[in-house]
């Protein structure tokens, strides 16, 4: 036994070892101008030392080792960044001189064409490479601060962290207006008709305030912030905040508000559910989310809000809500092809969030125009919420 334990200790010092050696690697040929290579290289060692991480972190290894995993994720991801700020350059100067795709390949006149294959970045990744190198350009040094701030706040250096904050930077108003859906109001109704909340809520993704109008109709008050500045106001004229949730930090865990939103999908949306249950740990949260937030068991963030910190009640839609049409939208109005659900988490007296999730069905149509359902209590019964399972 101990000599086996001996040779897992020898192995992951190893395993280690090679990390480091890997990342210096992707330094060196990106100093060296090679940043294909240096980008390729400097990806597999994020994807690497995140699984580290997530590896030592799943299994209680110590801090320390938690926090190496992450340093090296984090010179990884400054190396990976820098190498495509720099393809974005080289495809621009490429484009400037008429050599680069611009259609199929049949179209393209010129044998030295350089293609975003031979970049090894897709159309979408070229997009996203400029919009780095925009954000570094306007605010040098902004990436190295921001990666360096979530190692300093002992916080998880991803990719999606870095492209939420980069777009605060460099988004132009007109395109960030693309870039959330508002909430049907026929949701937030829906909402309120089961679940009651602290006078005070806060709606942290808020948007243009469709949320937190239903909220203020029903009476309560709240508090306004989203990663874009969109000048929402609440009912009191108080303009919204501006910052990355993801860097939000409570004046003391579990004495905030209740939060209330319709969070950011895609990548980054694990980490804003588990960093408001992890970080600010609400008494209350209603969360609407894609259905599919149900499932999933590769991702740590994932499994922390719905194993270890489990949502007490989940209302699933059986009825799709009308489509969260974009920003200015003003086309014809049709259902979503998303199924969506209220996910509600409740702490409880002993500051855990229980290990029991009651799932109901509901139809927002019956509460299109109802007020609230109200019992003796202020907080509807599991028998209620159960009786329609």
Not at 30 to 50: N, P, Q
Not at 247 to 267: F, H
Request: hydrophobic share 40%.
């Amino acid at each position: 036994m101990t000599d086996g334990l001996i040779l897992t200790r020898r192995q992951r010092s190893a395993d280690a070892s090679d990390l480091v050696a890997t990342v210096e690697r992707a330094r060196a040929l990106l100093d060296d101008g090679d940043v294909t290579a240096a980008r390729m290289i400097a990806s597999a060692a994020y994807d690497e030392a995140k699984a580290a991480a997530g590896f030592a972190k799943r299994f209680g290894a110590a801090e320390g080792l938690i926090a190496k995993a992450r340093r090296l994720q984090a010179d990884a991801l400054l190396i990976e960044t820098r190498a495509k700020i720099r393809i974005a350059d080289t495809w621009d100067a490429a484009a400037a001189n008429g050599k680069t795709h611009r259609g199929r390949p049949k179209s393209v006149e010129s044998v030295d064409a350089f293609t975003a294959e031979q970049a090894g970045f897709t159309r979408q990744e070229i997009h996203e490479a400029r919009k780095l190198r925009d954000a570094e350009t306007k605010e040098p040094g902004l990436v190295e601060r921001v990666i360096a701030a979530r190692i300093q706040a002992g916080l998880e250096p991803s990719r999606a962290n870095l492209r939420a904050a980069v777009g605060t930077a460099s988004a132009s108003k007109e395109e960030r207006g693309d870039n959330f859906y508002q909430t049907p109001v026929e949701a937030t109704r829906t909402l309120l008709a089961f679940e009651n909340f602290s006078g005070t809520i806060w709606e942290p993704s808020c948007g243009l305030g469709a949320i937190s109008a239903v909220l203020e109709a029903e009476g309560y008050e709240v508090i306004l912030s989203d990663l874009v500045d969109r000048s929402t106001a609440n009912a009191d004229g108080e303009l919204q905040a501006v910052g990355d949730f993801l860097d939000s930090q409570p004046e003391a865990p579990g004495e905030g508000p209740d939060i209330v939103t319709n969070p950011p999908y895609g990548e980054v949306l694990n980490d804003y559910v588990a960093h408001a249950l992890r970080v600010h740990k609400p008494r209350k949260m209603a969360l609407l989310l894609n259905l599919n937030f149900l499932c999933g068991f590769d991702d740590d963030d994932r499994n922390f809000a719905m194993d270890e910190n489990p949502p007490a009640r989940v209302y699933v839609f059986k009825r799709r809500l009308p489509m969260m049409h974009r920003e200015g939208y003003e086309g014809p109005k049709a259902s979503s092809r998303m199924n969506t659900a209220w996910f509600v988490w409740e702490r409880q007296e002993d500051g855990s969030y229980g290990d029991t999730t009651v799932i109901k069905r509901v139809d927002w149509k019956e509460f299109e125009d109802v007020a609230r359902l109200h019992t003796e209590s202020g907080v509807p019964s599991v028998e209620s919420l159960c009786s329609g399972l």
